[in-house]
């Protein structure tokens, strides 16, 4: 099933295969995305991709300075004939939630997205609604234009189990799409492969996959290094331990095993905390590379023996 998901999703969305599979382990580890790149890279195209290929509803809002919390969580609106407040839903109510340009609305629309991604809810007027399962965000930012944007707080940041970026296709790929193009292959043209009961299915596999107690003090051992780590203004939280242990298993899921070992770790350790440490001035100054110190800081952790 998960090899099918991934082929029909990169027929359309080219050249990627990487990004794709990390899109996949966050989507069955039960954690939401943050794709971040410049302007025509797919960002949005990968999303809809996405939703297309899985039989789930999808839900998409634009953010704009104007957007209001209302618009994401819904609002509570007064019927004259029966006299009572009726709760008319918001995108949230979508199993698949692109939220394009998240940096460009205020911080007050942004939080209203925080409850949704940690606890899977949203309360409206003291009432508490839960969200359709499986439920996953999918957050595009453009990280080289700041003007009228607000960056995410570091509390929202933590929430995503992963920062993406595309990065411009190679040759083939670039020379695949515009074939696609020409041809009219767009994603109205993305079959559904599964549907939400089989991804809640994989996911329960993922959670069966076998993480031992070495392999769990090898990951909390990464999270200590990075709060240890002097390039760094703050480490990694408790959340991301978690994320680190989810997305390992995941990782080791679609490699076709029931356990995880230090390569699945190291394979996404660099997605999972990019956007969890940020960097001190006097290390940007330098000009240090996040994933360049992650690497480097995974590099004195020691590995497991079994």
């Known amino acids: 099933m998960i090899r099918k998901l991934r082929d029909n999703i990169n027929q359309t969305f080219v050249g990627k295969e990487e990004v794709v599979d990390n899109v ?18 797919g960002k949005t195209t990968l999303a809809k991709t996405l939703a297309k ?23 509570s609106v007064y019927n004259m004939k029966t006299g009572e407040f009726e709760y008319r839903e918001g995108v949230i109510m979508h199993q698949i939630l692109l939220a394009d340009e998240i940096n460009r609305t205020s911080p007050k629309t942004q939080a209203s997205l925080l409850e949704a991604m940690a606890e899977g809810q949203v309360t409206v007027d003291g009432r508490i609604y839960p969200l359709p399962t499986p439920f996953i965000v999918l957050a ?51 079959e559904s492969v599964c549907n939400a009961e089989d991804i809640l299915a994989m996911r329960k596999n993922v959670e069966q996959v076998h993480i031992s107690d070495a392999l769990l003090a090898y990951i909390r051992g990464v999270i ?38 230090p390569d699945d770790v190291k394979a996404v350790a660099a997605n ?26 995974m590099y004195r952790v020691k590995l497991p023996l079994e």
């Open 24 to 41: 996949l382990i966050c989507l069955l580890a039960g954690g939401h995305v943050l794709l971040e790149d410049v302007p025509g890279a």
């Open 53 to 75: 290929s899985v039989t789930c509803t999808f839900g998409r809002i634009q953010f704009t300075p104007d957007t209001l919390p209302s618009d994401v969580t819904g609002l």
């Open 140 to 190: 595009t930012q453009n990280p080289v234009e700041f003007l009228g944007t607000f960056p995410l707080p570091e509390a929202q940041l933590d929430r995503f189990m992963m920062r993406l970026t595309i990065g411009y296709p190679g040759e083939e790929g670039e020379l695949q799409m515009a074939r696609n193009y020409l041809n009219g292959i767009d994603t109205d043209h993305v």
């Open 224 to 261: 200590e290094e990075s709060r240890k780590e002097k390039r760094f203004v703050l480490g990694a939280s408790p959340r991301a331990f978690l994320h680190l242990i989810s997305t390992s298993r995941a990782h080791a899921y679609l490699d076709g095993r029931d356990f995880a070992k």
């Open 272 to 297: 999972t905390l990019h956007h969890r440490l940020q960097l001190t001035p006097e290390a940007r100054l330098q000009k240090e590379d996040t994933d360049q110190v992650i690497r480097d800081m």
